[in-house]
C-alpha cells in the first residue's frame, strides 16, 4: 500500500486506475487549458506569513458553510460523471464526506440518482441543478431534491452551453463508455475498475434517465442531454427556481463582480466563485484571482465560497485568508475516489485537513473560522495579483 502524503499522490494512482477518458474528463479544461492552469498556479502567487512563540494547542479546524457546522471548511463540488471514476462513485463520495463532517453536492449529471444518495446516506446533502429547456424536469428534480431532505440547491449558471473540451471529443466520452477496440483495449489495462463496474447496475446517468420525458434508451438519452442546456437562463428563470425551491440557495459559476452584486441583491444564501474549472469560458481569470473583487462586491450581504484549482489544505487557508467564508473541491475528491474508492475520498480529504491544520499552526491561528476576518495578516499577496484589467 503506497504512502499517500499530499493530493498529488492521489492523483498519480488515479491515473494508473480510471480509464483514459475518465482521467482526462477530469483533469483537462476547454481549449487551450488556460484557464484550468491558471486555476492552480495563482495560488502559488500568495505567500504565507510564518509566525514563531504563538500558542499552538487547542487548533481547530472546524466553522460553519451555509449554517452548518463543518469539520473543516471544505465541501465536495458537485461532478458530473462521478460514478464512472469508480462504480456507485456518487454514494461512496457522499458516504465519506458524511463520515468526515463536510457537505456533499450531487450533480444532476451524476451517475447514481438523487434517490440512491438519501437511500444510502442520513446527513442532508446538497443538489446541483442545471437549468434545462425541458422544464417539467427541472421542476422534477427540485421536487425530488425536496422529498430527498436536499439542504441547499445549488444553481449552476456558466453552462448555458458547454464549453468544447477537445480531450472529450476526442475521447468519444459516454457514459457507459462505447465497446470499441481502443475503450476495451484500455478498460482491459484497469481490472479493479473494470470489476467494479460489472457489479452495478448504475452505469448512466441517474437523474436523468426514466425521469425525462421521451428518454428511455442510451441513443435518446445522450440526444436529449446534448441539446437540453437553456441558453435562455437569466435572472427570471433563476427566480422561478428560487420560488419554486424555497429553501436555502447557493448559486454556482459567479466569476464576475457585476453578477456577484446581482447575485447578493437577488437573495442568494451564498455564491460560489468559479469558472466550472476551467472547463467553460477559457481564458477568464482564476477563481482566486476574481475572489477579492467579487467580495468587495457583495459587501457581505452573502457567503461566499472559492471553487477552482484548490490541491491542498494550504490552498483553503489562502482562500480563507482572501476573505472566502469557506471552499469546494472537486479534482481532488475525485483523484481519491478513482485512486481507492470511498476511502480514497476519506484520505483526500485527511490530506486537506491535515495541511491545513499544520499550516494554521505555523501561522500562529487557532480556530479556522478567524482566517477570513484576520485582514489578509496571515498571506502576503502580490500588489498586482488582482491585475490591472481594463
Same mark, same amino acid.
Given at each position: 500500500?503506497?504512502?499517500?502524503?499530499?493530493?498529488?499522490?492521489?492523483?498519480?494512482?488515479?491515473?494508473?486506475?480510471?480509464?483514459?477518458?475518465?482521467?482526462?474528463?477530469?483533469?483537462?479544461?476547454?481549449?487551450?487549458?488556460?484557464?484550468?492552469?491558471?486555476?492552480?498556479?495563482?495560488? /502559488?502567487?500568495?505567500?504565507?506569513?510564518?509566525?514563531?512563540?504563538?500558542?499552538?494547542?487547542?487548533?481547530?479546524?472546524?466553522?460553519?458553510?451555509?449554517?452548518?457546522?463543518?469539520?473543516?471548511?471544505?465541501?465536495?463540488?458537485?461532478?458530473?460523471?462521478? @460514478?464512472?471514476?469508480?462504480?456507485?462513485?456518487?454514494?461512496?463520495?457522499?458516504?465519506?464526506?458524511?463520515?468526515?463532517?463536510?457537505?456533499?453536492?450531487?450533480?444532476?449529471?451524476?451517475?447514481?440518482?438523487?434517490?440512491?444518495?438519501?437511500?444510502?446516506?442520513?446527513?442532508?446533502?446538497?443538489? /446541483?441543478?442545471?437549468?434545462?429547456?425541458?422544464?417539467?424536469?427541472?421542476?422534477?428534480?427540485?421536487?425530488?431534491?425536496?422529498?430527498?431532505?436536499?439542504?441547499?440547491?445549488?444553481?449552476?449558471?456558466?453552462?448555458?452551453?458547454?464549453?468544447?473540451?477537445?480531450?472529450?471529443?476526442?475521447?468519444?466520452?459516454?457514459?457507459?463508455?462505447?465497446?470499441?477496440?481502443?475503450?476495451?483495449?484500455?478498460?482491459?489495462?484497469?481490472?479493479?475498475?473494470?470489476?467494479?463496474?460489472?457489479?452495478?447496475?448504475?452505469?448512466?446517468?441517474?437523474?436523468?434517465?426514466?425521469?425525462?420525458?421521451?428518454?428511455?434508451?442510451?441513443?435518446?438519452?445522450?440526444?436529449?442531454?446534448?441539446?437540453?442546456?437553456?441558453?435562455?437562463?437569466?435572472?427570471?428563470?433563476?427566480?422561478?427556481?428560487?420560488?419554486?425551491?424555497?429553501?436555502?440557495?447557493?448559486?454556482?459559476?459567479?466569476?464576475?463582480?457585476?453578477?456577484?452584486?446581482?447575485?447578493?441583491?437577488?437573495?442568494?444564501?451564498?455564491?460560489?466563485?468559479?469558472?466550472?474549472?476551467?472547463?467553460?469560458?477559457?481564458?477568464?481569470?482564476?477563481?482566486?484571482?476574481?475572489?477579492?473583487?467579487?467580495?468587495?462586491?457583495?459587501?457581505?450581504?452573502?457567503?461566499?465560497?472559492?471553487?477552482?484549482?484548490?490541491?491542498?489544505? /494550504?490552498?483553503?487557508?489562502?482562500?480563507?485568508?482572501? @476573505?472566502?467564508?469557506?471552499?469546494?473541491?472537486?479534482?481532488?475528491?475525485?483523484?481519491?475516489?478513482?485512486?481507492?474508492?470511498?476511502?480514497?475520498?476519506?484520505?483526500?480529504?485527511?490530506?486537506?485537513?491535515?495541511?491545513?491544520?499544520?499550516?494554521?499552526?505555523?501561522?500562529?491561528?487557532?480556530?479556522?473560522?478567524?482566517?477570513?476576518?484576520?485582514?489578509?495578516?496571515?498571506?502576503?499577496?502580490?500588489?498586482?495579483?488582482?491585475?490591472?484589467?481594463?
Amino acid at each position: 500500500m503506497p504512502v499517500i502524503t499530499s493530493i498529488e499522490d492521489l492523483r498519480r494512482i488515479y491515473k494508473r486506475r480510471v480509464p483514459r477518458m475518465f482521467y482526462d474528463y477530469t483533469e483537462s479544461g476547454s481549449y487551450t487549458e488556460q484557464t484550468f492552469r491558471d486555476n492552480i498556479t495563482d495560488f /502559488q502567487k500568495i505567500r504565507l506569513r510564518q509566525r514563531v512563540a504563538v500558542d499552538m494547542t487547542g487548533r481547530t479546524t472546524e466553522t460553519t458553510m451555509l449554517g452548518q457546522k463543518v469539520s473543516m471548511p471544505v465541501a465536495l463540488s458537485p461532478v458530473g460523471m462521478t @460514478g464512472m471514476q469508480w462504480a456507485d462513485g456518487e454514494i461512496k463520495a457522499a458516504r465519506a464526506a458524511e463520515a468526515f463532517g463536510v457537505p456533499f453536492t450531487l450533480s444532476t449529471m451524476s451517475i447514481c440518482s438523487i434517490e440512491d444518495i438519501a437511500a444510502h446516506t442520513t446527513a442532508p446533502f446538497w443538489f /446541483q441543478l442545471y437549468v434545462m429547456k425541458d422544464e417539467g424536469f427541472v421542476d422534477g428534480a427540485i421536487e425530488r431534491a425536496r422529498k430527498a431532505g436536499c439542504s441547499a440547491l445549488v444553481l449552476t449558471l456558466d453552462l448555458q452551453i458547454l464549453g468544447q473540451r477537445h480531450k472529450d471529443l476526442k475521447n468519444g466520452l459516454s457514459a457507459p463508455p462505447r465497446l470499441t477496440l481502443p475503450n476495451i483495449l484500455n478498460m482491459m489495462t484497469k481490472p479493479q475498475w473494470s470489476l467494479a463496474m460489472l457489479g452495478t447496475k448504475r452505469r448512466t446517468f441517474g437523474n436523468i434517465h426514466g425521469h425525462a420525458k421521451g428518454v428511455d434508451n442510451m441513443a435518446s438519452l445522450m440526444s436529449w442531454t446534448n441539446e437540453q442546456f437553456d441558453p435562455q437562463l437569466d435572472w427570471k428563470k433563476i427566480a422561478r427556481i428560487r420560488d419554486q425551491w424555497g429553501g436555502k440557495l447557493i448559486l454556482k459559476g459567479i466569476n464576475d463582480p457585476e453578477d456577484a452584486r446581482i447575485a447578493a441583491d437577488f437573495g442568494a444564501d451564498a455564491i460560489i466563485v468559479s469558472n466550472h474549472g476551467g472547463r467553460q469560458l477559457d481564458g477568464a481569470v482564476s477563481s482566486i484571482r476574481m475572489l477579492p473583487s467579487v467580495l468587495r462586491a457583495v459587501d457581505g450581504k452573502t457567503e461566499v465560497f472559492l471553487d477552482g484549482g484548490i490541491r491542498s489544505g /494550504q490552498d483553503v487557508f489562502k482562500a480563507l485568508a482572501l @476573505g472566502a467564508h469557506g471552499t469546494m473541491i472537486g479534482r481532488p475528491f475525485i483523484y481519491g475516489l478513482g485512486a481507492m474508492g470511498q476511502s480514497g475520498v476519506t484520505t483526500a480529504l485527511k490530506v486537506i485537513q491535515k495541511e491545513l491544520d499544520i499550516t494554521m499552526a505555523l501561522t500562529g491561528v487557532q480556530r479556522a473560522a478567524e482566517i477570513r476576518n484576520s485582514n489578509r495578516q496571515h498571506v502576503l499577496v502580490p500588489k498586482d495579483f488582482e491585475g490591472d484589467w481594463a
